[in-house]
């Protein structure tokens, strides 16, 4: 639901390395990015007609100052993932926007979506606006997806690093029917599915899943580790709320088919450090600056309260004539 998911949506464009270069600037400019401007007049326009909203108003009284920023911070996404969009000329229409709103509100009232967004400061015209830029980025992902083939040649190189103990979980109400499950396990490793299904909580792992038993079940994991492939214990336990079993698989690397949804997601992770390093090489290219009078920039790159509020004023980056963008 939006609700829930629209602040990270709407957060993340924030989150797109924006590493804003605090900088002397023209009074009336609030930023510079390449050579779009945002003015002063065009933030001050922007703030105003978000505290029309009462929601919004009542979230910007508590630092005025603040949300400006925040609007600021908006502003400048969006002219940056436009110069990304037509660097790569990407494309995302009115409609895909839409579509992909209703998708996030599901079943939920619209009006209520949008109302808890605005008690963060966050009105319709962002959302869309947002929702927009992501589609952009994910656009740029998409190039970099890989094909079948690409796919296959990552699973031979990564092979060796697949591989870790499998393992499973299952608890069980009493000792007897513990030592019933593992005997049943021992017997027949491929019915682990079946049998947790049968057990089914919280304490109960409903596969057998590969990886280091430290980090996802640390009070067993140096038993899991010490049991023979193909064998396992019974232990009670209180925390379980009953007796577990461990089963250990031993080592094991999975198939190319097993290992395909870990392949995408690390395939899909590579896509998105080249889509940031695309931003980042875009916004470097373009050279977005800030007033300082708006903040001054922390580790992360993101725009905070300035220290003395000091402005230089000089006019904005000027081209080989001598003259600033958009003169």
Excluded: H, W
């Excluded at 001054?296 to 600033?324: I, M, N, R, Y």
């Amino acid at each position: 639901m939006l609700m829930t998911r629209a602040p990270r949506v709407v957060a993340a464009a924030i989150l797109l390395a924006l590493a804003l270069s605090a900088c002397r600037s023209s009074p009336d400019v609030a930023a510079y990015v390449g050579d779009a401007r945002v003015t002063v007049a065009e933030l001050e326009r922007a703030v105003d007609e978000r505290l029309r909203d009462d929601d919004i108003a009542q979230f910007a009284a508590a630092d005025p100052a603040g949300y400006t920023r925040q609007v600021l911070g908006y502003l400048v996404d969006r002219e940056l993932v436009a110069a990304v969009a037509e660097k790569y000329d990407v494309a995302v229409g009115d409609d895909a926007v839409q579509a992909r709103i209703e998708e996030l509100i599901g079943d939920q009232d619209a009006d209520d979506a949008y109302a808890e967004l605005a008690q963060q400061g966050i009105s319709r015209a962002d959302v869309t606006e947002n929702i927009r830029q992501q589609l952009v980025l994910a656009e740029l992902g998409e190039i970099e997806a890989p094909d079948e083939e690409e796919l296959r040649e990552r699973y031979d190189e990564m092979r060796d690093d697949l591989a870790g103990l499998e393992f499973g979980v299952i608890t069980a109400p009493d000792q007897a029917q513990a030592e019933a499950v593992l005997a049943e396990l021992t017997a027949d490793p491929a019915a682990y599915p079946a049998v947790a299904a049968r057990y089914e909580g919280s304490a109960t792992l409903p596969e057998l899943v590969r990886g280091d038993p430290g980090e996802i079940v640390p009070v067993l994991a140096e038993q899991l580790e010490a049991a023979p492939p193909g064998s396992g214990f019974v232990q009670p336990l209180e925390a379980a709320g009953g007796v577990v079993v461990g089963f250990s698989n031993g080592e094991v690397t999975p198939s190319f088919e097993q290992a395909r949804p870990e392949l995408e997601a690390q395939a899909e992770a590579d896509a998105q450090e080249e889509v940031a390093a695309r931003v980042a090489e875009v916004r470097d290219d373009v050279d977005v600056r800030v007033n300082p009078r708006y903040g001054v920039l922390d580790d992360d790159g993101q725009l905070v309260p300035g220290g003395d509020g000091v402005v230089e004023l000089l006019d904005g980056p000027e081209d080989a004539s001598g003259s600033a963008p958009g003169d």
